[in-house]
Structure formats: structure tokens, C-alpha cells
T-cell receptor, first 112, second 111 residues
Framework: EDQVTQSPEALRLQEGESSSLNCSYTVSGLRGLFWYRQDPGKGPEFLFT???AGEEKEKERLKATLTKKESFLHITAPKPEDSATYLC?????????????FGKGTKLSVIP | KAGVTQTPRYLIKTRGQQVTLSCSPISGHRSVSWYQQTPGQGLQFLFE???????NKGNFPGRFSGRQFSNSRSEMNVSTLELGDSALYLC??????????FGSGTRLTVV
């Protein structure tokens, strides 16, 4: 059974204070690891897909990295508009290859 | 390019009733997945359809069912509603199974 654990559950940062969010996973054959951002009352918004260990992707102040056991979402010099819940999900290659298994998310608050 | 459209946005139902939620995927996307999101459990997979066939089903009771039409639009149905079914129901569409775009969801409240 695929499993995803995200830490910390909540994170408060001062504007400009860089940090990282962690996503640890176990999966039977990784087809993809996904990062989403979710604002209150809205659906998840796609950020990145990573496919293999060593892969990195960047978008504005966000950078996602992947190892064989975990992924990190690095936030550089965050702004208040980066406040949201960040979700990590994996897609395995086994019987459940057409579903995403999500972590509980990290709620990020960026204080001006 | 229109996104994933879910209707209605909000629903209030009474215990014991049934409800049908609708999802229109991005044009050209043939895969539609459904998820339930609650504060305690997070996002949990319900089922996935591709070309009108259910390919995967999550660990939910038989009260939860779905279907997909020939135009890729999908519906999910929950019968005999319970208080614990109150949640945000999210639909996601995909073209090739490598990326999933979510709709804004339907907020279901069971009273």
C-alpha cells in the first residue's frame, strides 16, 4: 500500500524567511510524485511532477527535489501570497496506478 | 482552455437522502477521478474512470458509486447519506495519467 507522510503539519514563516517542506513516501514503483497547492475552499492547484530520483523542478520561489524516499519543496524568500496548504501525492506502478495517494499536507502561513 | 467544472458548488442534504454530483473534464481528457477531502482524513481516492470503464476503486462502501458518459463527463452518487459523508468532493481529469487537474469541488453538508 502506497503511503505519504508530510512534515511539518503547519509552518509559520516571516516574509523572506526561506524554508523546506518534507514529503516522505513508500510506493511500489514510482510513476510520479506530485506537488499541489490548495487555497481554502478551492481545489488543489498543480505545481510540479517529478518522475525519478535526482530530478529537480523550479517555479518562481518554489523548487521541488526528489530522492528515492522523499521529496522536498523549497520555498525561497516567501511572500504572504504563498500562504496555502501544500499537498504531496504519489502515483504508483502497481494495482493502483490510476490513483494518487496524498499526504495530509503542510499548512504554510507567511507573515508580512 | 476551460478547466474542470464541478456542479453544484454547494449542497445541503438530510441524512438518508441520496445525492448526485457532476464533473465535466477538460476537453480531450478521457480519465476522470473522484476524491473525498475531509479535515481528518485529507484527500482519499474514490474511483477512476477511463472511456466509460471504472479502472480503480478506493476503500469506500458501496453507497458510493459513479459512472462516466461517452463525452467523458462523469457523475458520482452517494446513497443513504450519513453525517460522516459531509466533505469536499473533488474531481480531477487527466489526458495521459501523468498530470491531474482538479476542479473546485462540491461542498456537501449532511444534516
Amino acid at each position: 500500500e502506497d503511503q505519504v507522510t508530510q512534515s511539518p503539519e503547519a509552518l509559520r514563516l516571516q516574509e523572506g524567511e526561506s524554508s523546506s517542506l518534507n514529503c516522505s513516501y513508500t510506493v511500489s514503483g514510482l510513476r510520479g510524485l506530485f506537488w499541489y497547492r490548495q487555497d481554502p475552499g478551492k481545489g488543489p492547484e498543480f505545481l510540479f511532477t517529478l518522475y525519478s530520483a535526482g530530478e529537480e523542478k523550479e517555479k518562481e520561489r518554489l523548487k521541488a527535489t526528489l530522492t528515492k524516499k522523499e521529496s522536498f519543496l523549497h520555498i525561497t524568500a516567501p511572500k504572504p501570497e504563498d500562504s496555502a496548504t501544500y499537498l504531496c501525492a504519489v502515483q504508483g506502478a502497481g494495482a493502483g496506478s490510476y490513483q494518487l495517494t496524498f499526504g495530509k499536507g503542510t499548512k504554510l502561513s507567511v507573515i508580512p | 482552455k476551460a478547466g474542470v467544472t464541478q456542479t453544484p458548488r454547494y449542497l445541503i442534504k438530510t441524512r438518508g437522502q441520496q445525492v448526485t454530483l457532476s464533473c465535466s473534464p477538460i476537453s480531450g481528457h478521457r480519465s476522470v477521478s473522484w476524491y473525498q477531502q475531509t479535515p481528518g482524513q485529507g484527500l482519499q481516492f474514490l474511483f477512476e474512470y477511463f472511456s466509460e470503464t471504472q479502472r480503480n476503486k478506493g476503500n469506500f462502501p458501496g453507497r458510493f458509486s459513479g459512472r462516466q458518459f461517452s463525452n467523458s463527463r462523469s457523475e458520482m452518487n452517494v446513497s443513504t447519506l450519513e453525517l460522516g459523508d459531509s466533505a469536499l468532493y473533488l474531481c480531477a481529469s487527466s489526458q495521459d495519467g501523468k498530470g491531474y487537474t482538479f476542479g473546485s469541488g462540491t461542498r456537501l453538508t449532511v444534516v
